[in-house]
């Protein structure tokens, strides 16, 4: 990792500001070369609209969803900007107020209504919002912008317009899921939620998403074939674990249960408590640590029997998982501790002067890249011994005395309030398999200024960092018949306050991160999360 750099001039500000829709595609000025074989769309998410009628919007999460797209096309790019039409965004924009309540800010009754219909809207509650600013990802055909409850939204790639909100509780018992979901080769689309299992306790629902009907002269949607395939057990009965995302290996779903925990009684009350959001009902537990969960892809079927537990940490980006001589290697982005990394996402924390960013950060959990061991064959030693005969690793696995199996990871990546996160690989070559090379955004006291590259064997570490600019997650797109794994490019859109042009998509040689070439568009481009290349 380079040396750290400092933002004195905290031009990161920019990233969390207002923009405004483009009316069409604005084309971009090139330096450098694309390579010929470049064609197609870079998709991105991310909030857009970070106040309205005067009351801002509080956290990260909490803006209103905005869908970007680069387009790649016989060597020019253009770049295309529009709001998702969710209701939360056209109810705000026609009432001009928060209307309904996102993870950080609380929608309050309209000051216009008399006190008898203001006292009615109080105990209706909240309604779950359908912002979906988080990722953008492909099923079947289609493409949807995702969050994590239990709504979608149906996009058109082509002219970025809204199509339809989806409700995922029509098709499974699920009250939301990940914005991560994975993709076999064949198209099935896998994600997990929480939900309410037996004896109204919560529990864990994997959702199988079928791929198109080839064979149908009309395709069916594959939403409405969507199934629950498995369901596993929450560690507390009225307490499910915050999930972003799970991990998967050609024959296994990991999922992690962290000590960020979701307060049911906390959340249902915040239904009817005016100001509650999201956010208010999280709370840590202290003493449970972190524990793995495993199950089998076909049959579907939970390992109960492999009781895995560490100390604790919070996980939102699985990294990769494989399955390697009787054992599963998961690779995991990690911040230490139970304390819930989102408390220090909220804008006014990540809008402030440098010193102040640094200053809070400083007590933020520590991140790290972690790689976790988990043996299959869990009754072949005695206990306290290590069971990881991997050579490659020093991660252990050790039976205890009341059955369970500690774990201790290799650390692949830490630097003191330096994070590699949002983190990519050569995702149809090795996802589930034994792999080399992770692509990651570098966190500076979580203000995002280089793209790093890791080589998970290794350590060994990459870096393109140029001065004032801020980066997003990159993406990795191959070679066509490339035979390296790390045989391609990375597209991270960058922005540069204070330049000519002050945003660019970059392309860099993902072999070495040099750059090959940059498109430079004369507009501020706020912050992306998460996003897709469509070819």
Not at 40 to 51: A, H, I, K, Q, Y
Not at 394 to 423: C, H, K, M, N, Y
């Amino acid at each position: 990792m380079a040396s750290r750099v400092e933002h004195p001039a905290a031009g990161y500000k920019k990233i969390f500001e207002t923009v405004e829709e483009l009316n069409e595609p604005i084309p971009a000025q090139i330096i450098g070369v694309i390579p010929p074989w470049l064609g197609g769309s870079l998709l991105r998410m991310g909030p857009g609209l970070f106040e309205v009628g005067g009351e801002p919007f509080n956290h990260l999460f909490d803006g209103q969803a905005l869908v970007h797209k680069f387009d790649l096309k016989n060597g020019q790019v253009t770049y295309y900007r529009k709001f998702i039409r969710s209701d939360a965004y056209v109810r705000a924009m026609t009432e001009n107020r928060v209307v309904i309540t996102e993870f950080g800010t609380a929608a309050y009754p309209d000051p216009c209504k008399n006190i008898f219909s203001r006292f009615f809207t109080y105990f209706k509650g909240i309604e779950v919002t359908d912002n979906c600013l988080v990722n953008i990802c492909p099923i079947g055909e289609d493409f949807y912008a995702v969050t994590e409850t239990n709504y979608i939204t149906k996009v058109d790639p082509d002219s970025l317009e809204t199509l339809k909100k989806v409700d995922l509780c029509k098709y499974v018992s699920v009250n939301g899921v990940t914005a991560h979901p994975h993709t076999d080769a064949d198209g099935t689309v896998y994600n997990i939620g929480n939900c309410f299992g037996k004896n109204l306790s919560l529990a864990y629902n994997i959702v199988k998403i079928p791929p198109p009907r080839e064979d149908e002269k009309n395709k069916s949607d594959p939403l409405e074939r969507s199934q629950v395939v498995l369901q596993l057990p929450s560690s507390e009965r009225l307490k499910p674990s915050y999930l972003h995302s799970f991990g998967m290996t050609d024959n296994h779903f990991v999922f992690v249960e962290q000590p960020v925990k979701i307060n049911l009684l906390k959340f249902l009350s915040a239904w009817s408590v005016r100001g509650a959001t999201y956010m208010d009902c999280f709370e840590a537990n202290d003493s449970m640590g972190t524990w793995f969960h495993l199950a089998t892809k076909d049959p579907a079927d939970y390992l109960s029997s492999h009781k895995f537990r560490t100390s604790a940490f919070n996980i939102f980006h699985h990294i990769n998982a494989y399955e390697e001589q009787g054992f599963i290697v998961v690779d995991l982005c990690t911040w230490k501790g139970h304390d819930f990394v989102y408390d220090y996402l909220y804008l006014a924390n990540i809008k402030e002067e440098w010193e102040e960013v640094k200053k809070a950060a400083m007590t933020a959990p520590q991140p790290e890249v972690r790689r976790y061991v988990l043996p299959l064959d869990i009754h072949r030693e005695a206990q306290g011994k290590n069971l990881v005969s991997l050579s490659y690793t020093t991660a252990t696995a050790a039976l205890r005395s009341d059955g369970t199996i500690w774990l201790e990871p290799e650390v692949l990546f830490s630097g003191p309030r330096q994070a590699f996160e949002f983190p990519q690989i050569n995702y149809s070559l090795c996802r589930g398999k034994k792999y080399s090379f992770a692509y990651g955004l570098g966190l500076n006291h979580f203000i995002p200024d280089r793209i790093v590259k890791l080589n998970v064997q290794t350590k060994e570490t990459w870096v393109w960092q140029e001065e004032e600019c801020y980066p997003s997650e990159p993406l990795f797109v191959p070679t066509p018949e490339a035979t390296q794994e790390d045989d391609g490019v990375l597209l991270s859109i960058v922005v540069k306050p204070g330049a000519e042009r002050p945003s660019f998509l970059l392309v860099l040689n993902a072999m070495k991160l040099t750059e090959l070439a940059r498109a430079e568009v004369n507009t501020i481009i706020p912050v992306t999360l998460h996003g897709t290349y469509r070819p």
